[in-house]
């Protein structure tokens, strides 16, 4: 379609399957970070009561249970929106591995580091940073609810060594990505108000034409089309 | 009315057959592999202990070739009765190789010993 | 993998104290298992192994052992996965006692050890190296008197009190010899699983008619060696000779202590051996684990792999088939068995395997054995026997049973931990830890 004509439209970028999901995934993460974080770290410098560090393992849990849940749920309930968004994942042409000559003109613009070309090639629903990052996402909440279930309930199948590496692991793991999801994904999610708005608004996920075409001009030409009414 | 006028193509034709189909062969792998992995982990556990068990009883059976297979075939023990001139269970015997126990609750105890 | 250890404290016996404190009498080592607070995550993992429930803390707390409950048993120990569970060892005052020319020190070395004592040093589960384990001890300044064959003596006591109690209970009999089994009913449980023999004390106490009064082969050899062999075989004050019991288990520390240990010199005063002002000596001296003793022989630069495989069985070495299997769970029962079945029907068993009381890696094995009496003619007994492999899993089912139908089994074997002594405490530790047995469904989860 025409771009001109699409000046002032809206598109619809997140379903509301996609918001649930990820709204919930996302209270959840930092709620069982807190829990767990302050847990571990309580124990190791001998600053935190038995109670407390009881009572907040027993909300871990149940926030686990949502947190698995709700990925479940999704990919129970919503197979379609689950495998587009794998499938935009993990398609990885030209322009993605391009991305990363630059990491999207980001260094240059935040940091003032002359990294790479000024150029950002032409990306598709999403850039090459998120595509990578979004996998290691998808990969530690898969990791992160198995590994948890285990440790919970496992303790006696497993064998200590292997307990020992899927706790470390756990932690560890929770930590890093945590550190990502911080540093990197929310602040630049900030970076457009549109996409930002888009996912968390209680109501409809749609982002302006001009957002779209900022971000993702290849999933815009390749993927968007007009709503027919019917 | 609509918030919105553009929206995403519809998923059969964004993913098609082939597409689907590699997401579920995919799926498909990792959950056998973690099946195998798990299994062979659980089937494994007890692998410590059967493994020194069988050492023992591989002891046993190299006995048993030189006709000690039971204890009453070790002389060595039919001699401790006869250097103390006693017998099992009964007497000197009795004092030397049995006891009794001690019921203990998680109130404090007193005297409480149970003797034959 | 490593174990931290720590030396006794002061007041671990009870020294200072009452004749009670809490359910240990004066002179009963506590706190011989203890959790490192600094190094616990709260896994709740030890919790989930424990035999008789004596830990406390949720998941996330800082777990505490508490030691009214307590066994000893290790089990805690082993499958922590972050080592935060700690033992008490005496390995130093054993180091002393050897350089002490005044001391006949004596290793006393269960079955189980000469499995697994390899894995300290590079080799694998189940390597047998009895031989090179003597030549190591005799190296470091042992005398050996090996477990082994006061097994061979506790079946020959054992086997001989059981059938006392079948020919009362079971056939009816009724003569002085057996008699004193009056007291004494079926079931009859085995005994030498000191870990089995304090939960029993402490949470089935309504058992102890039923369980035999011979000691565990260790105390046997403990009260043996300082009367018989210091006498009639080796010739010395048994003040001079230190039992050192080198065992699987980290309860034996516990047994060693208990206050009643002291036969032998109990004996020796009686019998006008020794003054009758000589102050009680324990039949076992010191306890010490596979661990322990792997720990000893490095800081005494002797490693048992590289010793000669060849070695001249000595009178106090010998033993039997039957004795060695003790280290396995329904080892005890089959040795008895096998003894037992002969003194009953006057025959050896054709088959001396008897496959169906072996623990195995099942938690619980039942099994009847057809024996033909002699004094009956031929008659069969159907003798029936259980075998509880390791006390978490099954003991508590066990006990409930013949709370009910106190003629379910004639005899039953209860060993502490899963897989029997070879999985015991004090093993050398690998990476599959403690171990859950079948039935693994429905899944082993404690919450």
Redesign the interface.
Not at chain 3, 151 to 157: C, F, M
Not at chain 3, 435 to 438: K, Q, R
């Given at each position: 379609m025409s771009n001109a004509e699409?000046q002032g439209?809206?598109?619809?970028?997140f379903h509301t399957s996609d918001k649930v999901f990820h709204s919930i995934n996302a209270i959840c993460w930092y709620a069982l970070f807190f829990t767990g974080a302050i847990v571990y770290f309580g124990n190791m410098m001998g600053k935190i009561s038995d109670e407390t560090a009881n009572l907040l393992m027993v909300w871990h849990i149940w926030l686990g249970g949502l947190f698995t849940l709700n990925f479940i749920g999704y990919v129970l309930f919503a197979p379609?929106?689950f495998?587009?968004t794998?499938?935009n994942l993990l398609e990885w042409d030209k322009n993605t591995i391009l991305w990363f000559r630059n990491f999207g003109g980001y260094p240059r613009r935040f940091f003032k580091i002359p990294f790479g070309p000024v150029e950002v090639p032409p990306q598709g629903r999403y850039n090459g940073g998120q595509k990578m990052s979004y996998l290691i996402f998808i990969a530690a909440v898969v990791y992160l609810i198995?590994t948890g279930w285990l440790l919970w309930m496992g303790a006696p199948?497993?064998?200590k060594t292997?307990f020992y590496w899927l706790f470390m692991t756990h932690v560890w793991g929770s930590f890093i990505v945590t550190a990502m999801v911080t540093c990197a994904h929310i602040p630049l999610a900030l970076l457009s108000m549109e996409h930002f708005k888009g996912i968390w608004r209680i109501?409809?996920g749609?982002i302006s034409?001009e957002a779209a075409e900022h971000h993702a001009p290849t999933w815009v030409q390749r993927?968007?089309?007009?709503?027919v009414?019917k | 009315m609509?918030?919105?006028?553009?929206?995403?193509?519809d998923?059969p034709a964004?993913?098609g057959r082939r597409?689907?189909l590699k997401?579920i062969g995919l799926c498909a792998v990792a959950v056998v592999a973690?099946g195998a992995a798990i299994t062979k982990?659980?089937t494994?556990?007890?692998?410590?202990?059967?493994?020194?068990?069988?050492?023992?009883?591989?002891?046993?059976?190299?006995?048993?070739k030189m006709k000690?297979?039971?204890?009453?075939?070790?002389?060595?023990?039919?001699q401790?009765y006869k250097?103390?001139n006693g017998k099992?269970?009964e007497g000197?015997?009795?004092?030397?190789?049995?006891?009794?126990?001690?019921?203990?609750?998680?109130l404090?105890?007193?005297e409480a010993e149970?003797h034959? | 993998m490593n174990v931290v250890t720590f030396r006794p404290p002061q007041g671990c016996r009870g020294e200072d104290g009452p004749?009670?404190q809490?359910?240990f009498?004066k002179g009963e080592l506590r706190g011989i298992i203890k959790i490192n607070k600094d190094n616990c995550v709260g896994c709740d993992t030890c919790r989930k192994f424990c035999p008789v429930d004596a830990i406390t803390g949720g998941l996330g707390s800082i777990h505490k052992i508490r030691d009214?409950a307590c066994v000893s048993c290790g089990q805690c120990l082993s499958a922590c996965p972050f080592g935060a569970i700690e033992q008490m060892s005496f390995v130093e005052d054993v180091l002393k006692v050897l350089d002490d020319p005044k001391k006949f020190v004596v290793a006393h070395p269960s079955?189980?050890v000469?499995?697994?004592l390899a894995e300290e040093f590079g080799g694998?589960?189940?390597?047998?190296c009895?031989e090179q384990m003597l030549n190591a001890f005799e190296k470091a300044g042992f005398t050996v008197y090996d477990v082994n064959?006061t097994?061979?003596?506790?079946?020959?006591?054992e086997?001989?009190?059981f059938i006392?109690k079948v020919r009362y209970w079971c056939l009816g009999e009724r003569s002085p010899e057996v008699n004193?089994m009056a007291?004494h009913p079926l079931p009859h449980f085995t005994?030498c699983c000191p870990g089995w023999?304090?939960n029993?004390?402490?949470n089935f106490?309504s058992a102890?008619?039923h369980?035999s009064?011979?000691?565990s082969p260790v105390?046997?050899g403990g009260?043996?060696a300082k009367?018989?062999a210091a006498?009639?075989i080796w010739n010395k004050d048994p003040r001079d000779v230190v039992m050192v019991a080198v065992t699987p288990c980290t309860a034996k520390i516990y047994e060693a202590s208990r206050p009643?240990?002291v036969?032998?010199w109990?004996?020796n005063v009686e019998h006008g051996y020794l003054p009758k002002d000589t102050p009680a000596f324990p039949d076992i001296d010191y306890s010490l684990t596979t661990r322990d003793i792997a720990e000893l022989l490095r800081r005494k630069g002797i490693n048992p792999l590289t010793m000669p495989k060849t070695h001249e069985v000595k009178?106090?070495e010998?033993?039997?088939?039957?004795?060695?299997?003790f280290?396995?769970?329904g080892?005890v029962m089959e040795?008895a068995l096998?003894?037992a079945y002969?003194?009953l029907s006057g025959e050896?068993l054709k088959d001396?395997?008897i496959i169906t009381v072996?623990g195995?890696?099942n938690s619980l094995v039942e099994a009847t054995i057809p024996i033909p009496l002699k004094a009956q003619g031929g008659k069969i007994f159907e003798l029936r026997v259980a075998v509880v492999n390791g006390a978490l899993q099954d003991l508590h089912k066990v006990m409930k049973i013949i709370n009910e139908d106190k003629d379910r089994w004639h005899f039953i074997e209860v060993m502490n931990c899963?897989?029997?002594c070879?999985?015991g405490g004090g093993?050398p530790l690998?990476g599959?830890g403690s171990?859950?047995?079948?039935p693994?469904t429905p899944l082993p989860v404690k919450l």
């Open positions: 699409m439209a809206r598109i619809l970028r379609e929106r495998a587009v794998m499938k198995v199948l497993l064998g292997v109501g409809s749609d034409y993927d968007v089309i007009k709503v009414e | 609509s918030k919105y006028q553009y929206t995403e193509r998923v964004l993913l597409g689907f997401v973690a982990l659980i494994s556990r007890n692998k410590v202990i059967l493994d020194r068990q069988a050492g023992l009883y591989a002891d046993d059976k190299r006995l048993q000690l297979t039971s204890s009453h075939e070790n002389d060595v023990c039919w401790v250097d103390m099992p269970v000197e015997m009795y004092k030397l190789n049995h006891t009794h126990y001690t019921p203990r609750s998680q404090a105890m007193t149970h034959v | 004749e009670y809490g359910n009498r009214d079955p189980a000469r499995v697994a694998q589960p189940g390597d047998l009895t064959q097994a061979d003596q506790t079946i020959l006591e086997g001989t009190e006392k004193q007291h005994s023999v304090r029993m004390e402490i106490a102890i008619p369980v009064t011979t000691k105390q046997m009260a043996l009367s018989w006498k009639h009643e240990f036969d032998a109990k004996w009178t106090m010998k033993y039997t088939g039957a004795g060695t299997i280290g396995c769970s080892g040795a096998r003894t002969a003194i050896e001396p395997d072996r195995m890696n899963p897989g029997g070879v999985n093993q690998q599959a171990a859950w047995l079948a693994t």
